[in-house]
């Protein structure tokens, strides 16, 4: 907000407003009230210049569609391009049409001033050619709504002469506008030198402290009412822009600090020792910090050079150790555990038979119906195989059985029916 204003416009106080949402400073019922507030204040140095900077803006971006208009309908060296360049001329037209900075209530508050204002100079209303309005702002919202729809036209023209075969050729959007509107527009000077002298009469009025809104407010409790229903002066709604803010606020996700480098790298080398073949991602999160940093670490690359110099030398990775220096630098290497400390291979492989049929089951268990070839592929980061599953299914197999017979015991029974008399049956053990 500029130095010299002391009421934020339309698009900076809900800016304002949405971070005192977020950071639960106001409530939603503030917000609103607050927004109602600052829609139905009285007009002042602030709005006004507000209002008029605005449609400075739109006369100038106004000349800009004017000005790329001619210079398309009028290039003879490249007419090919006059579709591309036409983008440009939408730009402008965007501008140009944009919403006012203020609230639908301020707008119409200016307007009123600027209408009562223009009928006390006892000049008539405004005219630039065959054009006329009440106000020069007004005049001018008329014109730029013409120009804007006019080029609409245009341009569906343009795109029927290249789609119906009714038509003889192919006409350009900007030439159609160039040969149909442009002599019957007013000059984009003409507009801008009638706002600034309505700019300078309403600034002189308001510094004076003399007008008509105020005494017709303490006569009869109010003034004209202008009707801006055929020209484009809408400005912001205080009940869209509540909605508006409410909905960007919930949408904002609670934002996470993010762990520095410097301290995650020692934990990430703490967690990588005791489970090396854990994925970035499940090392963030037990970490508490980015897959990024993850993977960006030290710690990560030179734990998957040890799983590649395991997987060489046949052993366990854990029997591989990761070394750290003196200031929290790693050394560029790994190193075989000194003789005492390296695991037996038989340990080391049972070690990791038992770490793989533990995610084979934490898999199964959320993916009853996987096949083991399904279950393989999940998780081959692992070195798992269809065979290791269904190696582990056997197993379980075997202990099932195992538990079940604890539970049963044989026994003799006569048979005449057998050779030997006797046969063989299970029966359940009595506790």
């Not at 070195?383 to 056997?394: K, L, M, S």
């Amino acid at each position: 907000m500029p130095e010299n204003h002391t009421h934020p416009n339309a698009d900076e106080l809900m800016e304002q407003l949405e971070a005192d949402l977020a950071e639960g400073r106001i409530t939603l019922d503030q917000l609103r009230e607050r927004l109602k507030a600052d829609a139905e204040r009285p007009i002042d140095m602030d709005m006004l210049r507000d209002f008029c900077d605005a449609y400075e803006r739109r006369v100038c971006a106004y000349s800009s569609l004017l000005r790329s208009i001619v210079e398309i309908a009028t290039d003879q060296r490249d007419s090919d391009a006059r579709g591309r360049r036409e983008t440009e001329v939408d730009a402008h037209v965007t501008r140009m049409t944009a919403k006012l900075p203020l609230w639908q209530e301020q707008v119409r508050t200016v307007l009123e001033f600027l209408t009562e204002l223009r009928a006390d100079s006892a000049q008539g209303p405004v005219r630039v050619g065959d054009v006329s309005h009440s106000t020069a702002h007004l005049l001018a919202a008329y014109v730029m709504d013409v120009a804007a729809q006019a080029w609409e036209s245009c341009k569906g023209i343009a795109h029927r002469s290249r789609t119906d075969p009714r038509y003889l050729y192919a006409a350009s959007a900007a030439r159609l506008f160039f040969d149909a509107h442009m002599s019957g527009l007013p000059k984009p000077n003409d507009l801008m030198g009638l706002l600034q002298l309505e700019r300078a009469a309403a600034r002189k009025a308001l510094g004076d402290g003399r007008t008509t809104r105020q005494r017709r407010a303490e006569d009869a409790g109010g003034g004209v009412t202008i009707q801006t229903e055929t020209v484009n002066v809408t400005g912001q709604s205080v009940s869209v822009a509540a909605e508006q803010i409410a909905k960007n606020v919930s949408m904002q996700k609670p934002r996470k600090e993010r762990m520095k480098r410097e301290v995650a790298e020692p934990l990430i080398a703490h967690h990588l020792m005791q489970r090396p073949h854990d994925t970035a991602a499940q090392v963030a999160e037990k970490v508490g910090c980015s897959v990024g940093v993850v993977g960006e670490s030290t710690a990560w690359k030179l734990n998957q050079r040890r799983l590649e110099l395991a997987r060489k030398q046949g052993v366990d990775p854990k029997a591989i150790d990761l070394t750290y220096q003196k200031g929290g630098e790693w050394q560029d290497g790994i190193e075989l555990l000194p003789d005492d400390r390296s695991a037996d291979p038989s340990d080391l492989a049972a070690e990791r038979e038992q770490e793989l049929f533990r995610r084979i089951g934490e898999y199964a268990q959320d993916h009853p119906d996987a096949t083991p070839e399904q279950v393989a592929r999940a998780l081959r980061e692992f070195g798992c195989t269809a065979g290791d599953v269904e190696r582990r299914q056997a197993e379980l197999n075997r202990l099932i059985a195992q538990q079940s017979d604890d539970h049963q015991e044989d026994i003799d029974v006569e048979d005449p029916d057998t050779k030997h008399g006797t046969r063989r049956k299970w029966v359940q053990k009595r506790p």
